[in-house]
């Protein structure tokens, strides 16, 4: 079943994701190196942006295997994730087949040939080894989880008209919530529980380093330290990690070599991104800077 | 460490059966009696998962176990003080297997107290700028048994971390300077690391020593209580609003698998049709829509329920975040419409500052008057309430012996759609005193207790769950 090469060991998995530029927490990479070697779903949870569909797409480019996604929405249904008939061609096929019996016409029109492969479908038939992604899980409804359920504990899907079918190799398979709802317990069961977080400021500087090569050492320490000190407000969405990377190359273009005040209010657009909660971020955050060197900075307080 | 059968916890453990399989079963047991829901198939991965790691580092131990058992935020929470109390036996067997070790390494230390405290002093303070956590806890245990033999224990832990590290002259940056002027400050995290490495092996000693367990019973109550601090808790009534909101939303598709009552629509299957060359293959349907709900939330802010109202706001915050169709009264004496200022504030200290102040509610004894409630909520939108309307109340139904009016509130029962009452009270309490409760509870269609937000999430399960017919 598994022909997939398994990791040996959990710095392996670590190291293999470092290399593709992800660099994984303990409890991330001991989640994956299990799922690879149990074969089991992995589950993962945490605030938009820190990294949990990226962890999909790692695993897929340190192990070679090929990602397939499911984007998950309210309403998605199974024609949409599984398999669907194609009935033109089914249809195609009755009318030419001019005057065969009920039974061959039967035989035939459900073959896997009028079958149209979606990505869950495509994942589990696939004859190499896959990474399924499905994301978003939590903004589909009860009932597709519940239709989830065989393919995640047996990695098989039933077709009434052609059978079973099973995967060929053991498909490493992430999904990925925002926690915008309580997900069923039997979904759970079956998954391997992984609770990203935003990360510290020590782990935050190597990736933002690491996407910046060029930014100092300083500045990076004192950007990811603002970042956090904005995480800290009680905004309506808070800077994820992808955008504290695309501010460390807005300040590069810039050319900033220091966080001012000034240069905080230019950017700050970057990093906040509702109305209000700019509003309480330069009243906060802006604040704290020091004004910048020359000029004392305007108070900009109309609103 | 080696396999199960030489295993070092199993001799140690009073009544315990032996075995690293049998301690991770009552682990289990102990988790599930604090409400985390362990069921077979994960004890069964938890197995599998821990074949797969080496099992003797704890991290990877922990965490193995954590991904297998612990399948939510709130789940894992648990699990960590749990782990950390269930395991602290075995780390506890595992100090005894060291004790050789401390004693040579106290009788080291015995020979010139003084000089060695000073000694001590100095690795401390290295292991903590270093940040290693392995040297910590080491010396934190070498730091308690030089301490204890000067006689100055206290026997009560939290004095004593306290103590200790006061005659180690440990301070963080800003009280530095008072003590000592040549010794440079100590990052505050770091020292509140080694004040826990302390406060373990403190605790680890008390057990030794009077050899019974802390109680395990009180995690329960203690360590989980929800309390109604709002900012704390704003998160949680935000997420569980918002998966009301779902619920309300997607109410109209849960018979979508059975297809109940579909009505054909004619126009779009014969459309439908002109792809299949005029032969009707798929049967359209008339679409569903959605159910708006439309919402009205009354709300006492009286003192009677002061403790639960800043519960009750934040509620109302998060409603009107998912809810557009919503209006917000507030009543003590008399009602007054709130919608205004939810909509306009984002910011929820500055929201209860507002409805406090301004709410107009009319705050003349502070009593609640519900007969009054009534009369002016019906005289002011009983045109707009339909059977599309869902009437949320929150309060205590104690009226101060005044008239209930339980007519008047029928009546608003019989023009909404759906009635709800959230009472801040334990069910106990209701119809006691001048707790009216029942007087209305009979209009309802359906009445909850509610103070924490895993009443609320009950809540919005009930109310997702009642059929969509009005």
Same mark, same amino acid.
């Given at each position: ?7 040996g060991?959990?710095a ?22 299990l799922?690879?070697r ?10 938009a942006g ?13 192990t070679?295997r090929?990602l ?14 599984l398999?669907?008939?194609?009935y ?6 009755i ?25 869950l479908?495509?994942a589990?038939a696939?004859?190499?080894p896959?990474v ?8 589909t ?24 079918v099973?995967a060929?190799t053991?498909?490493v ?7 915008s709802r309580?997900?069923?317990?039997a979904l ?11 990360p ?18 300083t500045?990076?320490r004192r950007l990811?330290e603002v970042?956090?000190m ?5 905004l309506k969405k ?12 807005t ?17 700050m657009?970057i990093?906040?991104k ?19 060197a020359?000029a004392a900075?305007?108070e900009?307080?109309?609103s | 460490?080696?396999?199960a059968s030489s ?14 399989a ?5 682990f289990?047991?102990?988790l599930?009696?604090e409400g985390v829901?362990?069921g077979?198939?994960e ?6 998962a821990?074949e797969q ?7 990877d131990?922990?965490e ?6 612990a ?5 894992r ?10 395991f ?8 005894l ?5 401390r004693?040579?390494?106290?009788e080291r230390?015995?020979?010139g107290?003084?000089?060695d ?9 290295q292991?903590?700028?270093e940040?290693n ?7 934190a245990?070498?730091a308690?048994?030089?301490?204890g033999q000067?006689g ?6 939290g004095?004593?971390?306290?103590r ?16 000592e002027?040549e010794?440079?400050p100590i ?8 004040e826990?490495?302390l406060?373990?092996e ?5 057990i ?19 309390? &109604? +601090?709002p ?5 949680? !009534?935000?997420? =569980?609003?918002?998966q009301?909101? $779902?619920? *309300?939303?997607?109410l109209?598709h849960?018979?979508?698998g059975?297809?109940k009552g ?12 002109l ?5 009707p ?10 159910r ?8 006492d802010v009286?003192?009677?329920? &002061? +403790?639960?109202s800043?519960f009750?706001?934040? !509620?109302?915050? =998060?409603?009107?975040?998912?809810? $557009?169709? *919503?209006?917000s ?13 939810f ?5 929820f ?5 507002r409805?406090s ?7 003349v004894?502070?009593y609640t ?24 109340v ?7 012996? $005044? ?7 029928a009546?608003?029962?019989e023009r ?12 106990l309490?209701?119809?006691y005193g ?14 909850f ?6 009443h ?7 109310v ?7």
């Amino acid at each position: 079943m598994s022909e997939a090469p398994t990791p040996g060991s959990v710095a392996e998995v670590r190291d293999a994701l470092a290399a593709v530029d992800y660099l994984a927490d303990e409890p991330a990479a001991l989640v994956s190196f299990l799922a690879q070697r149990l074969g089991k779903p992995i589950l993962v949870e945490g605030p938009a942006g820190v990294g949990k569909t990226e962890l999909a797409k790692a695993l897929h480019r340190a192990t070679g295997r090929e990602l397939i996604r499911l984007q998950c929405y309210e309403g998605l249904d199974e024609a949409k994730a599984l398999y669907e008939w194609n009935y033109r061609k089914q249809l195609l096929r009755i009318q030419a087949g001019g005057e065969e019996g009920w039974g061959e016409v039967h035989d035939d029109i459900f073959d896997a040939e009028f079958l149209l492969e979606r990505p869950l479908m495509r994942a589990i038939a696939s004859p190499e080894p896959v990474v399924l992604l499905i994301d978003e899980i939590d903004k589909t409804d009860q009932e597709f989880e519940a239709m989830l359920l065989e393919l995640l504990s047996d990695f098989q899907i039933t077709i009434p008209e052609l059978g079973e079918v099973a995967a060929t190799t053991m498909p490493v398979v992430v999904l990925t919530s925002n926690n915008s709802r309580e997900l069923t317990e039997a979904l759970k069961r079956r998954c391997l529980y992984l609770w990203l977080d935003y990360p510290d400021v020590e782990r935050e500087m190597e990736i933002v380093r690491l996407h910046a090569p060029e930014l100092s050492e300083t500045l990076a320490r004192r950007l990811v330290e603002v970042v956090h000190m904005v995480r800290g407000l009680d905004l309506k969405k808070p800077p994820s990690i992808a955008e504290s990377i695309d501010w460390a190359r807005t300040l590069l273009l810039m050319g900033a070599e220091d966080i001012d005040r000034e240069t905080f209010e230019q950017s700050m657009s970057i990093l906040v991104k509702h109305r209000t909660d700019i509003d309480l971020v330069s009243e906060r955050v802006g604040m704290k800077l020091g004004e910048p060197a020359g000029a004392a900075g305007a108070e900009k307080t109309e609103s | 460490m080696g396999a199960a059968s030489s295993s070092p916890y199993g001799p140690q453990l009073e009544g315990g059966p032996p075995g690293l399989a049998a301690k991770l079963l009552s682990f289990c047991e102990e988790l599930r009696g604090e409400g985390v829901a362990v069921g077979t198939s994960e004890i069964l991965d938890a197995f599998a998962a821990l074949e797969q790691v080496p099992w003797g580092e704890r991290e990877d131990f922990r965490e193995a176990l954590a991904a297998t058992i612990a399948k939510s935020q709130e789940d894992r929470r648990v699990f960590e003080l749990l782990f950390d109390r269930f395991f602290f036996r075995s780390a506890e067997a595992e100090a005894l297997e060291r004790g050789e070790a401390r004693e040579r390494q106290g009788e080291r230390f015995e020979g010139g107290e003084r000089l060695d405290i000073d000694e001590l002093r100095e690795q401390v303070r290295q292991a903590i700028v270093e940040g290693n956590d392995g040297e910590m806890r080491d010396l934190a245990r070498l730091a308690i048994a030089a301490f204890g033999q000067r006689g100055e224990g206290s026997g009560v832990v939290g004095v004593d971390v306290q103590r200790i590290r006061r005659s180690l002259e440990l301070a963080t940056g800003s009280q530095a300077g008072a003590t000592e002027g040549e010794l440079p400050p100590i990052d505050r995290e770091q020292l509140h690391r080694f004040e826990r490495h302390l406060r373990r092996e403190l605790e680890r000693d008390l057990i030794e020593r009077t050899g019974t367990l802390p109680p395990s019973r009180p995690l329960a109550e203690l360590d989980r209580a929800l309390p &109604t +601090s709002p900012t704390q808790d704003l998160a949680a !009534v935000h997420r =569980a609003v918002s998966q009301m909101k $779902r619920r *309300l939303a997607t109410l109209g598709h849960e018979q979508r698998g059975r297809r109940k009552g579909r009505i054909v629509d004619v126009r779009r299957t014969m459309r439908a049709s002109l792809e299949t060359g005029g032969v009707p293959l798929r049967l359209r349907d008339k679409p569903k829509r959605p159910r708006r709900p439309e919402i009205y939330v009354l709300c006492d802010v009286s003192t009677s329920v &002061t +403790s639960a109202s800043v519960f009750f706001l934040s !509620v109302l915050h =998060a409603l009107h975040d998912s809810f $557009r169709k *919503l209006r917000s009264f507030v009543f003590i004496e008399r009602i007054s419409e709130v919608t205004e200022i939810f909509e306009h504030e984002r910011d929820f200290r500055e929201i209860s500052r507002r409805v406090s102040g301004e709410g107009g509610v009319a705050d003349v004894s502070g009593y609640t008057d519900y007969g009054r409630v009534w009369l002016e909520f019906l005289g002011e939108i009983s045109e707009d309430l339909g059977p599309r309307s869902t009437v949320i109340v929150l309060g205590d139904a104690r009226t101060n012996g $005044r008239e209930p009016h339980a007519e008047v509130f029928a009546q608003v029962a019989e023009r909404a759609g759906r009635l709800f009452w959230l009472n801040p009270e334990p069910r106990l309490y209701w119809n006691y005193g001048d707790s009216v409760m029942a007087a209305y509870e009979r209009h309802c269609d359906g009445a909850f207790e509610c103070w924490t937000t895993k009443h609320l999430e009950d809540f919005v399960n009930v109310v997702a769950a009642q059929p969509t017919g009005t």
